[in-house]
Structure formats: C-alpha cells, structure tokens
RNA sequence: GUGGUUGUAGCUCAGUUGGUUAGAGCGCCUGGUUGUGGUUCAGGAGGUCGUGGGUUCGAGACCCAUCUUCCACCCCA
C-alpha cells in the first residue's frame, strides 16, 4: 500500500531555483562574515539534553525537540512518572538527547570543550540548521538554518559596533532597501527594574514592556498590574512610554530616569559608546535605533541586545544577538564574556522573495546547451565542452538525439541562454551555430572563434 | 498550547436549497511531415472531491472524529 508521500508540518523540500536563492543568501552572510575575520565551525545536531535544558527559559525548554532512546534503554522508562502526570521527568526516563535549539548554546559547550585548543577573543561563524517544536506559521518554521558570529573571550565594545555593521553590509550587499537594527541593553532593563523598586520583577517587566508596539500602553499597563507589579512602579515607569525623539534625546532622558542606579548607567554608558562610533564609521542603509522595549525571550543576555526588522514588511524579527556575559560558565567556564548575532536566513528569504530582491541571473546556472545530433556530433560537443569547461564557463550536453523541439523545449525550461547546434554541416566546416534564447537569434561562427569568447 | 478558519486535477479556483457520467483557467503530454524553444493551432491524459465514520432512496455539499491549511494570541529566527 503507497501512501501520498508528505513531510512534517514546518519542515521544507528545497526545489533548485530556491537553493541557488538561499545559497546566495548564505554565501553574503558568509563573505562578510569572513570579511570580518570570523572563522567557521561546526557542531553536532545533537546534543545531550543536559546541554540544552534549562538555558532557554521554560517555554524554550518546552520547544526542544528531544530524540527518543534506543532499544533496551527504553525499558528505563519511568511509567510511575507518566501515570502522575508528571510528562517532564517521563520524557528524560525515555531521552537524554535532543535537537539543538540554537547555535549559541553549543558554542558555549564548544567553547569550554575546546578551550585549549582555541585562541581569545574566539571569533567563529556558524551556518547550520537549527530545530524547535513549535507549531509553523508564517515565518516560523520547525527546522530553519541560523547564521550566527559571536566572539567569546573579550568584553570590548568594538564588537558589538562591528556586529552592527555586519548586520548593516550583509542586508545592504543583499539589497534590503529599508531595515532598522534595534538595540537595547539588559543592563538598562535592570536599571529600570531596580529604579521602580521591583528588581525581582525584572522578567515580566520586560515581557511586558516588549509588547509596547503591539498592545499599546494601555495594554502593557494592564498587563503589569496582571503579572502584580505595583502601582507606584508602573507610575514610575510611565513616562518611558513616552520616549520619543532621536537616539540622544531617548539617552539623555534614560540616563535622568536611571541616575540612582548604577546598572543602569553603565548599560547607557555602554549604548552611548556603540552609537558613538556608528555615528563615526557610518552605515549604509540601516537605521540604528535605540528601542527600550526591545528586551528579547533568551535569558542569557546580559549586555546589549540588537533585533533587526525589515520595515513594510509584516514579518518578524529577521536577525537578532546579544551579549552574554556568563554563558560558559554553565559548563563551567568562567569569566568568558560572548557576544554574538544571528541571521535568520529563511525569514531573510521570505522577505526578499516577498520584495522580489533576488537578482535574475541567479537561476541562470548553465550558460550553453549543445544539441545531440547523435553519437558522432555527442562526442565532438563533449571535446568542445571539456574546453569551455576549462575556462570556467558551465555548459552542458543534451543527453540523448531527441527530437530537437524536446532539446530545445529543456534548454527554455532551465533558464540557458544559448544553445549550441553542431551537425554533420558545422562538423566539416569547423562552425558552431549559436541560437541566443532570449532573441531567438542565430549566428554561426568558426570554432576558434567560439572558444575564444 | 488557546480561539477561529480551510481542504475539489500538478497549481489557482468554480460547483446553485443534497439529485444522473464533477468543471474552468494555467501547467503537463502528443501532433501540425524527421535541424529549432518561448508565441499560435488541433487533440489528449489527469480527481476513491483530505481521511475515517454517520444521516439519507441518494452526499463534493449535512453531522461527528481525525489530519491538513491559513489567521490571531503565546513565543520566537
């Protein structure tokens, strides 16, 4: 019995025209990547759940994908735990491995595993798949590739300028026309938390104030006084709703709102520094635009905090980073502080399909078709092939002498601008006929000619 | 995970208050005399109407379940 053949809710089949698409994508990435001096690794698909648990927030830990035991050891599992309800220490009876969730983690794992072997400050890129157990939605898929670059081993704040204008040539080099890099800093969250009295509050006033854009500030109100923050605090922190202006403007008004707290003030002394030297360098064609209710879900991040959009788009977030000052020292490595960006290539995908960015000779990716005209003429094509071949220009030989209109017909399908036609009359006088595919027109010339382009 | 929504040919969709052999456009295949695609003309193939139950003399249309699609929330790349 066949069965329609199907693949898992938000995974893909990649058709060619979309993977020369996505390869241009990754090989920009790549380039600037490399460009800036960061060198490639990878790591395992895999992991042990120990890795990845508990690094993520709850709702993280929740969209692990974990991967079954094997065989005899799924007699371990815990059935007691199962009858109470109890679906967390069941599932870790019956697994202790499971996808990764983001590159970032394992790097950390990576890191420490590999400390000796490494040089710091530790620049690496990183482009491989990623898995979560989410339900799909547009944009959100359930395996999707991330192309991250962190630096670990260094607290300077060059790196975040130059995360920034990676962001900045990447999206520009891939003709974005219009996109804002967001940052903020954890440390400047704090200091808000800790200005209102409510430090121990400090995740679900940040959760809350994310939402500014999309429920207004009449919902976030609301929803402080749900999560049971105080009425004198939300009072307090009131007027940053209102922040308005150019990125000084929001500073200088941050940097009276947080005067007693020292946290604060080194996250705005910090911020202050990074748009100084972008104010210096210049960018291309990003905004950058300091967002104090960009806070983000992953709880590791510690220092600055960036997401990029792509504006008049109704897409999500299209890259995102952070740093993180303590996240090796999880597997037991301390004093390591990391920074580090992410591009969502998908999304970044979506978007440019979706603004019809991607350049059209992109599917072009033969150059010449020859004609079989049989077994003679198949042979001839093949030497001048070879030939072509030689000089870096792709073509290829039409595998069998079918009808021409069949021949043709595949040369159109594929995008192949010529085609070469070489029968027994081109044989004996040394000639090749060239039909350009977009004109429909012929010339015939000699053979060295040909060649020589 | 919560609420809603969708499912008919490879694709986009028609299909009248349940009533004979389920349609269109595009795509695909064949041909218009054996060296010409894209355009044009003439033919053709292709659907157990998501799946499994139920109501009915009769179901693509109605009911239930399940899967799937899309949207919002949650969260996120």
């Known amino acids: 019995m066949s069965t329609k053949p199907s693949i898992l809710k938000g995974t893909r089949d990649f058709l060619p025209d979309t993977m020369v698409k996505r390869n241009y994508i990754f090989n920009t990435i790549q380039t600037v990547f490399q460009k800036f001096g960061f060198l490639p690794i990878e790591t395992p698909c895999i992991e042990k759940t120990e890795t990845l648990l508990g690094k993520y927030g709850e709702e993280g830990d929740r969209l692990i994908f974990r991967v079954m035991n094997q065989g005899e050891s799924l007699k371990k599992a815990d059935l007691k735990a199962l009858e ?17 969730y983001d590159l970032t983690v394992p790097f950390a794992r990576f890191v420490v595993q590999n400390q000796n072997e490494l040089s710091f400050p530790f620049k690496r890129y990183q482009i491989q798949p990623v898995w979560r157990g989410d339900r799909p939605a547009r944009g959100r898929y359930r395996e999707f590739y991330q192309c991250d670059a962190d630096v670990v081993g260094s607290d300077s704040l060059i790196f975040e300028v130059e995360l920034v204008q990676i962001f900045d040539e990447v999206l520009t080099r891939l003709g974005l026309p219009d996109f804002s890099i967001k940052i903020n800093n954890r440390k400047i969250l704090s200091g808000i938390a800790e200005v209102c009295g409510e430090s121990e509050n400090l995740i679900p006033i940040t959760v809350a104030i994310d939402k500014l854009d999309k429920i207004g500030k009449g919902g976030v109100i609301e929803e402080l006084k749900n999560r049971g923050i105080s009425n004198e605090a939300i009072q307090k922190i009131d007027p940053l709703f209102e922040l308005s202006g150019d990125n000084e403007n929001k500073l200088n008004v941050l940097k009276d709102f947080l005067a007693e707290s020292d946290t604060g003030l080194k996250g705005i002394e910090e911020l202050e520094f990074v748009f100084d030297a972008i104010n210096n360098l210049g960018l291309q064609k990003a905004k950058l635009e300091l967002e104090v209710t960009l806070a983000r879900g992953l709880n590791y991040y510690t220092g600055a905090i960036f997401e990029v959009v792509a504006n008049n788009v109704n897409m999500g977030s299209i890259c995102g980073g952070g740093r993180y000052d303590d996240l090796t020292a999880l597997f037991g490595l301390k004093g390591m502080s990391g920074v580090g960006i992410s591009f969502g290539a998908d999304r970044i995908y979506d978007v440019m399909s979706e603004l019809d960015l991607f350049p059209n000779e992109l599917l072009r990716t033969t150059s010449y078709l020859f ?22 220009i792709s073509c290829e030989i039409y595998p069998e002498s079918k009808a021409m209109k069949k021949q043709m017909k595949y040369a159109n399908d594929r995008g192949i601008p010529n085609v070469v036609l070489i029968g027994s009359k081109e044989m004996e006088e040394g000639v090749v006929t060239i039909k350009d595919m977009t004109s429909g027109n012929q010339v015939t010339k000699s053979v060295e000619e040909f060649l020589k382009h």
């Open 84 to 100: 109470d309800g109890n679906i967390g220490r069941f599932s870790n009876s019956i697994s202790d491995k499971a996808l990764r």
């Open 371 to 392: 004609i079989n005209f049989g077994e003679k003429e198949q042979m001839y094509c093949m030497g001048l092939a070879n030939k072509l071949r030689a000089e870096n």
